[in-house]
């Protein structure tokens, strides 16, 4: 049987739609929604299994049975294997194992948010550009918010735990580099790019879970994990890659970018709230203050040349 494949992004040939219909804008709500309340689920299963067995079943299921499914992408092996390298062991295997004591679940998903900086610093270094006056605002404002955090560290949340967290957002922000690479390389479907690279994940997390975890605890866990657990485990397979993944790059497809990605803002939001109610995770006053200040440097990144740009097309109309 031929395998199914993808429809490739769009072109430039068809600008994309900047207005959402309400039925696109809640499935985008819907999506980040997933990727929110992951982070609760991620500590569930945490709870009876070791981390880096986590990330390997996490990664194992999302590429099986969808890798014989789904035709390679257009990217190079170098590529997929760096991908799957930086985010299945750099960002997924640290926030894991920071997850299991060193952070709480709450301020993982809003600490992971730093990426953002490092992506925009990163791409900045690559081509040579000098940071604009906005995003050293909204740096050092997102950077007040973690020094609120590093400032209340306590038995839940460690300055090992917050720097766990960001290294792994900076890994996640390198394998945005590398993604971007391939993307402009050649148009790529996201979902089949997600799946592929998993694979290259799978062995470097099974061999770090054989040699840090060890086989008699690998096997311990998994014959007495509750299903709470592989229940958990399927969310972050199908959940939060496949179905989060898989509909962000349909509605990025459809619409434009500036549309669609300062969603991703309401990440933390759902994943603190999530956390307070699924995990009566505390959320005392000086927590709220951080999480403000670190949404409202994202916000100023992320929004403030579209701001910028709506106010000069406005002037020239």
């Not at 962000?248 to 434009?256: D, I, P, T």
Request: aromatic fraction near 10%.
């Amino acid at each position: 049987m031929k395998p199914y494949e993808p429809a490739a992004q769009p072109t430039h040939e068809a600008a994309p739609a900047s207005t959402l219909p309400l039925r696109h804008l809640l499935l985008a709500v819907a999506v980040v929604a997933v990727w929110g309340t992951n982070f609760p689920i991620i500590k569930i299963a945490l709870a009876h299994l070791p981390p880096l067995l986590l990330a390997t079943l996490r990664f194992a299921l999302a590429a099986l049975p969808a890798l014989w499914l789904i035709r390679r992408p257009k990217a190079s092996w170098g590529n997929l294997a760096a991908y799957g390298l930086l985010i299945g062991v750099g960002q997924f295997g640290l926030l894991f194992i920071a997850m299991t004591r060193f952070i709480s679940p709450g301020l993982a998903s809003l600490v992971i948010q730093l990426q953002v900086f490092f992506t925009v610093g990163l791409a900045m270094i690559l081509a040579g550009e000098r940071p604009k006056r906005f995003q050293f605002i909204a740096t050092l404002v997102a950077a007040s918010g973690i020094a609120v955090i590093a400032a209340h560290v306590d038995g839940n949340t460690t300055l090992l735990g917050l720097g766990m967290v960001a290294t792994a957002g900076a890994s996640w922000a390198c394998g945005n580099m590398v993604s971007r690479k391939a993307f402009a390389a050649a148009p790529i479907n996201t979902l089949a790019y997600v799946v592929w690279s998993s694979a290259f994940a799978v062995p470097p997390l099974l061999l770090l879970s054989l040699w840090l975890e060890g086989a008699p605890r690998m096997g311990q866990s998994l014959a007495n994990a509750h299903w709470t657990s592989w229940l958990a485990v399927l969310w972050q397979s199908y959940g939060n890659t496949i179905f989060g993944y898989g509909l962000w790059a349909w509605l990025l497809g459809r619409y434009a970018t500036a549309s669609i990605s300062p969603l991703s803002l309401l990440v933390p939001v759902f994943g603190m709230g999530a956390a307070a109610i699924v995990l009566n995770e505390p959320l005392p006053v000086w927590k709220v203050l951080a999480a403000a200040l670190v949404l409202a440097g994202l916000a100023i990144n992320v929004l403030w040349p579209r701001w910028r740009q709506r106010l000069a097309a406005a002037k020239t109309a």
